[in-house]
C-alpha cells in the first residue's frame, strides 16, 4: 500500500511539475506531513503542520481555509494607528485575520495601494515597485481576485469600486509561476517568516502563514519555496503579502488571543511575538458565526492538488 501511495504522488508530481529548486523530496514531505485539522464552524478549516526536512529546514506552516459559500466575506480593516493584527481583527469582529501589505514602520502607512471603498488611503512608492509590489487583491461584494500590478494598473484602478490592496510580489495566477526578474533578487530568494492570500479553483481563499527566523522550529522560505508550498496546497492564484516579524494568522477564539503561527517579533518561538501593523485582511460573517464552537481535531494527510 505504502509503494502504491509514493507511486501515485509521483505521478501527481509529474502532472503537476516541479518550481525551480524544488526537488520531489520537498513536495512528497508537503504530501506525506502530519496535519492537525480543526473546524471550529462552516465554512473554516483551519490546519497547522511542523513539517521536517522541507526546503532544507523544519517549516513552521499554518493555514486558514474559508468557504465563502458558508457566507463569509474578505475584508481589508485600516487601522488609525498600528495595532496587533489581533487586536485590528477583534476590533472588527472578525473571524479569522492575516497581516496585510508593506508599510512605513516609523511613520505607520502602508506604502502600497490602497483604496477602500471609494477612499485611496495610499499610493504604491516607486521603490516598492521596482522591489516587489507586482499584484494586488480586489474586493467587490465580497468577492476576492488576486490581480497582476503596475503603475498603469494602478492608475485605473482609482476609478475602481471596491476594496483594493497592493502587495507582492504575484506568486501564482490561473496554476502558473509568476515572472519574478523584476522584482529584487535578495528579497526574492533569501528565507523569512511569510504571508500570502491564495484561492483554488474551486473559490476557497486560503490564508497561509510560514514561521521563521527560528532554525531548530521553523527556517522560513524564500518566494519560489512559498510559491510551490501554495501550489501543492491546491493555490490556483497566491499572492504575498508583508512577512518577516509581521507574519501573523489569527482566528477567533483560539487560545494565545486567537494567534495561531509563531510571530517571529518578540524573539522567541510561541504566539506572544505579534508586531503593530496599519492593515490587515480580515474573514467577517454574521453575528452567530463569529463565536468559536466545539470543534472536532484531527490529524491527516491533505489531499494533493493538480
Given at each position: 500500500?505504502?509503494k502504491?501511495n509514493?507511486?501515485?504522488?509521483?505521478?501527481?508530481?509529474?502532472?503537476?511539475?516541479?518550481?525551480?529548486?524544488?526537488?520531489?523530496?520537498?513536495?512528497?514531505?508537503?504530501m506525506?506531513?502530519?496535519?492537525?485539522?480543526?473546524?471550529?464552524?462552516?465554512?473554516?478549516?483551519h490546519?497547522?503542520?511542523?513539517?521536517?526536512?522541507?526546503?532544507?529546514?523544519?517549516?513552521?506552516v499554518?493555514?486558514?481555509?474559508?468557504?465563502?459559500?458558508?457566507?463569509?466575506?474578505?475584508?481589508?480593516?485600516?487601522?488609525?494607528?498600528?495595532?496587533?493584527?489581533s487586536?485590528?481583527?477583534?476590533?472588527?469582529?472578525?473571524?479569522?485575520?492575516?497581516?496585510?501589505?508593506?508599510?512605513?514602520?516609523?511613520?505607520?502607512?502602508?506604502?502600497?495601494?490602497?483604496k477602500?471603498?471609494?477612499?485611496?488611503?495610499?499610493?504604491?512608492?516607486?521603490?516598492?515597485?521596482?522591489?516587489?509590489?507586482?499584484g494586488?487583491?480586489?474586493?467587490?461584494?465580497?468577492?476576492?481576485?488576486?490581480?497582476?500590478?503596475s503603475?498603469?494598473?494602478?492608475?485605473e484602478?482609482?476609478?475602481?469600486?471596491?476594496?483594493?490592496l497592493?502587495?507582492?510580489?504575484?506568486?501564482?495566477?490561473?496554476?502558473?509561476i509568476?515572472?519574478?526578474?523584476?522584482?529584487?533578487?535578495?528579497?526574492?530568494?533569501?528565507?523569512?517568516?511569510?504571508?500570502?492570500?491564495?484561492?483554488?479553483?474551486?473559490?476557497k481563499?486560503?490564508?497561509?502563514?510560514?514561521?521563521g527566523?527560528?532554525?531548530?522550529?521553523?527556517?522560513?522560505?524564500?518566494?519560489p519555496?512559498?510559491a510551490?508550498?501554495?501550489?501543492?496546497?491546491g493555490?490556483e492564484?497566491?499572492?504575498?503579502?508583508?512577512?518577516?516579524?509581521?507574519t501573523?494568522?489569527w482566528?477567533?477564539?483560539?487560545?494565545?488571543?486567537g494567534?495561531?503561527?509563531?510571530?517571529?517579533?518578540?524573539?522567541?518561538?510561541?504566539?506572544?511575538?505579534?508586531?503593530?501593523?496599519?492593515?490587515?485582511?480580515?474573514i467577517?460573517?454574521?453575528?452567530?458565526?463569529v463565536?468559536?464552537?466545539?470543534?472536532?481535531?484531527?490529524?491527516?494527510?491533505?489531499?494533493?492538488?493538480?
Amino acid at each position: 500500500m505504502i509503494k502504491r501511495n509514493l507511486l501515485i504522488a509521483i505521478l501527481i508530481l509529474c502532472s503537476i511539475g516541479i518550481i525551480k529548486g524544488q526537488t520531489v523530496s520537498d513536495s512528497l514531505a508537503i504530501m506525506s506531513a502530519r496535519w492537525k485539522v480543526e473546524s471550529p464552524q462552516k465554512g473554516i478549516i483551519h490546519k497547522y503542520a511542523s513539517i521536517p526536512r522541507l526546503y532544507q529546514g523544519t517549516q513552521s506552516v499554518s493555514l486558514i481555509e474559508i468557504d465563502p459559500g458558508a457566507g463569509l466575506k474578505v475584508d481589508i480593516a485600516v487601522s488609525g494607528e498600528m495595532k496587533e493584527t489581533s487586536r485590528i481583527a477583534s476590533e472588527h469582529r472578525g473571524i479569522a485575520a492575516i497581516n496585510g501589505s508593506y508599510f512605513d514602520m516609523k511613520r505607520g502607512n502602508s506604502v502600497c495601494f490602497l483604496k477602500v471603498g471609494n477612499q485611496v488611503v495610499d499610493t504604491t512608492t516607486l521603490s516598492e515597485c521596482k522591489l516587489r509590489v507586482t499584484g494586488a487583491m480586489h474586493v467587490h461584494k465580497g468577492k476576492i481576485k488576486l490581480i497582476p500590478w503596475s503603475r498603469q494598473i494602478e492608475k485605473e484602478y482609482k476609478g475602481e469600486t471596491g476594496i483594493v490592496l497592493a502587495s507582492g510580489p504575484l506568486m501564482l495566477k490561473d496554476g502558473q509561476i509568476c515572472d519574478w526578474n523584476s522584482c529584487g533578487t535578495n528579497f526574492i530568494r533569501t528565507k523569512h517568516p511569510r504571508s500570502a492570500v491564495a484561492t483554488t479553483k474551486e473559490g476557497k481563499i486560503l490564508l497561509i502563514t510560514v514561521d521563521g527566523r527560528f532554525p531548530e522550529q521553523a527556517e522560513g522560505v524564500n518566494i519560489p519555496e512559498l510559491a510551490h508550498l501554495i501550489r501543492i496546497l491546491g493555490g490556483e492564484d497566491a499572492l504575498n503579502l508583508d512577512g518577516g516579524g509581521s507574519t501573523t494568522l489569527w482566528l477567533s477564539g483560539a487560545s494565545d488571543d486567537g494567534v495561531v503561527n509563531y510571530p517571529c517579533d518578540n524573539g522567541r518561538f510561541d504566539h506572544a511575538g505579534e508586531r503593530k501593523v496599519p492593515n490587515i485582511l480580515y474573514i467577517r460573517g454574521s453575528i452567530q458565526n463569529v463565536a468559536w464552537t466545539k470543534c472536532r481535531t484531527k490529524y491527516v494527510k491533505p489531499l494533493v492538488h493538480r
